[in-house]
């Protein structure tokens, strides 16, 4: 049975994600409205500008559905993504209401600024080594609560995570040919 994985499609890295969803034999779908999410088993919440999709996500009313849909499937927060699935933010971001998906506090932009965006090859658990991962503006993990797996790390700051079917990444792995990370998540999606 094929896979049906949504991808917030509200701002953000949505077609990226959706061509690696279907080039592991899934099938990737925008989500826009409840009714979207209604319709697939798994949801990636992209990178982007946090504080515009909070905002659109209450705009939407995807708000409490995205929160009912993530106590029994999987969710994968990527960038921005993982900032709005995290219980707290370390640095402001009044404007953003998390989803409180996972307990993690999340530093936005901790990496830097846009100029100072990169690549490097992480080691992460459960997926694989060397797996080439994009940084753009990137959050880092400042903490964890103690139900929290920590994945992966990049000069001593916490990059990706899971705490049951939820799972977050500072990183942006839909921006390399590389498809490790999605499938992992993709293996959370019972099928």
């Not at 949504?6 to 077609?15: I, K, R, Y």
């Not at 515009?52 to 994968?76: H, M």
């Not at 971001?93 to 600024?113: M, Q, W």
């Amino acid at each position: 049975m094929v896979k049906k994985v949504g991808v917030l499609a509200l701002q953000g890295a949505v077609s990226e994600h959706i061509s690696q969803i279907n080039q592991l034999g899934g099938q990737g779908i925008a989500v826009k409205t409840p009714a979207d999410l209604a319709t697939v088993q798994g949801l990636i919440i992209p990178g982007g500008e946090s504080t515009a999709i909070s905002r659109l996500i209450q705009q939407v009313n995807l708000y409490e559905p995205i929160q009912e849909f993530a106590k029994t499937n999987p969710v994968f927060g990527t960038c921005a993504g993982l900032i709005l699935c995290g219980s707290g933010i370390t640095d402001g971001g009044e404007k953003l209401k998390p989803l409180n998906l996972i307990d993690i506090a999340v530093t936005r932009n901790g990496f830097g600024r846009q100029i100072d965006s990169f690549e490097v090859d992480l080691d992460i658990e459960n997926v694989g080594k060397a797996i080439p991962s994009v940084f753009i503006r990137a959050p880092y993990i400042a903490s964890v609560g103690k139900d929290v797996k920590v994945l992966a790390t990049y000069e001593d700051k916490i990059v990706m995570a899971e705490q049951g079917n939820i799972l977050v990444s500072s990183f942006h792995p839909e921006l390399t040919d590389n498809n490790q990370v999605i499938g992992y998540f993709m293996s959370k999606i019972a099928g």
